[in-house]
């Protein structure tokens, strides 16, 4: 297999450089990408060192690196590309057709997608994660009248990352309630989620995928037995059809896919916008 080395470049954290160059790239199955992020290049000092760094790759190697940037200023763009690589610059090639259309110049500040000028929209993201830990597993506050979402699930089954993206990237209330022996001897959900339960949404996962997870956490034991797990989903596969939870599979899917399933499936609305 080919391997090609790709360097995600920004005057930020390059989380948007690596957002998109990682869904561009994953469409060429046929080459291994070793990937490498340079992000805060905000001095021409530093710009200069990146271009070191990435001619130093391409001259050790048989292929020239790939460059996804994302950097504002124009002076420190104009060295990167110097740089011997194929220099793909997402504002070149999207913000001059957006200025055309909308007849106006972009500001070229940096920092604008990520950082802290959206006061409002921050607080609500630490304000929801604040929420989605505190009702975690049950948590201590069970503060369920003010989730937007309240995920139901045997244990490692995603329950936990997926309340955390869905509250630090759209600022939602996501809380979570593991099932357990009690919910599995009794066939039922307790009272106090049954009055939220048009906010319940279930989550499944293979029983191979989650025997190997709960080894990683707990080798030996009931826990991580194929039987245990599989007596677990199957019972909690009831209690949603009992109550008509909807659901997903998580085993194919990333938190990202996963959270979007379920803010589409829910209609949740999404406090902020990424």
Request: charged residues 25%.
């Given at each position: 297999?080919?391997?090609?080395?790709?360097?995600?470049?920004?005057?930020?954290?390059?989380?948007?450089?690596?957002?998109?160059?990682?869904?561009?790239?994953?469409?060429?199955?046929?080459?291994?990408?070793?990937?490498?992020?340079?992000?805060?290049?905000?001095?021409?000092?530093?710009?200069?060192?990146?271009?070191?760094?990435?001619?130093?790759?391409?001259?050790?190697?048989?292929?020239?690196?790939?460059?996804?940037?994302?950097?504002?200023?124009?002076?420190?763009?104009?060295?990167?590309?110097?740089?011997?690589g194929?220099?793909?610059?997402?504002?070149?090639?999207?913000?001059?057709?957006?200025?055309?259309?909308?007849?106006?110049?972009?500001?070229?500040?940096?920092?604008?997608?990520?950082?802290?000028?959206?006061?409002?929209?921050?607080?609500?993201?630490?304000?929801?994660?604040?929420?989605?830990?505190?009702?975690?597993?049950?948590?201590?506050?069970?503060?369920?009248?003010?989730?937007?979402?309240?995920?139901?699930g045997?244990?490692?089954?995603?329950?936990?990352?997926?309340?955390?993206?869905?509250?630090?990237?759209?600022?939602?209330?996501?809380?979570?309630?593991?099932?357990?022996?009690?919910?599995?001897?009794?066939?039922?959900?307790?009272?106090?989620?049954?009055?939220?339960?048009?906010?319940?949404?279930?989550?499944?996962?293979?029983?191979?995928?989650?025997?190997?997870?709960?080894?990683e956490?707990?080798?030996?034991?009931?826990?991580?037995?194929?039987?245990?797990?599989?007596?677990?989903?199957r019972?909690?596969?009831?209690?949603?059809?009992?109550?008509?939870?909807?659901?997903?599979?998580t085993?194919?899917?990333?938190?990202?896919?996963?959270?979007?399933?379920?803010?589409?499936?829910?209609?949740?609305?999404?406090?902020v916008?990424?």
């Open positions: 297999m080919v391997e090609r080395t790709v360097f995600f470049l920004s005057d930020q954290t390059g989380v948007t450089a690596e957002t998109l160059g990682h869904s561009l790239i994953t469409q060429f199955s046929a080459t291994k990408f070793r990937q490498t992020t340079l992000p805060f290049i905000d001095t021409e000092d530093k710009a200069r060192e990146a271009v070191r760094t990435i001619n130093a790759v391409g001259e050790s190697g048989a292929t020239r690196p790939i460059i996804f940037s994302t950097l504002v200023q124009g002076e420190y763009r104009a060295i990167l590309k110097e740089a011997n194929l220099h793909l610059d997402i504002f070149d090639e999207f913000l001059g057709p957006l200025a055309a259309e909308l007849d106006q110049e972009p500001s070229y500040e940096p920092g604008r997608a990520h950082g802290m000028s959206d006061i409002d929209a921050y607080m609500k993201r630490i304000e929801a994660t604040n929420f989605a830990l505190a009702n975690d597993d049950g948590g201590i506050s069970r503060n369920y009248d003010v989730a937007d979402v309240i995920l139901v045997v244990s490692r089954s995603g329950k936990t990352p997926t309340c955390l993206y869905l509250a630090l990237q759209y600022g939602v209330y996501a809380a979570n309630y593991p099932l357990t022996d009690e919910e599995f001897e009794s066939g039922g959900l307790p009272d106090f989620l049954l009055k939220q339960k048009e906010k319940l949404f279930g989550l499944s996962i293979d029983p191979d995928r989650l025997s190997q997870i709960r080894k956490r707990r080798p030996m034991g009931k826990y991580s037995s194929v039987q245990q797990v599989r007596f677990e989903l019972e909690a596969a009831k209690i949603f059809q009992r109550y008509g939870i909807p659901n997903v599979d085993t194919r899917f990333s938190i990202e896919e996963i959270s979007s399933r379920i803010l589409d499936n829910t209609g949740v609305e999404r406090r916008r990424p």
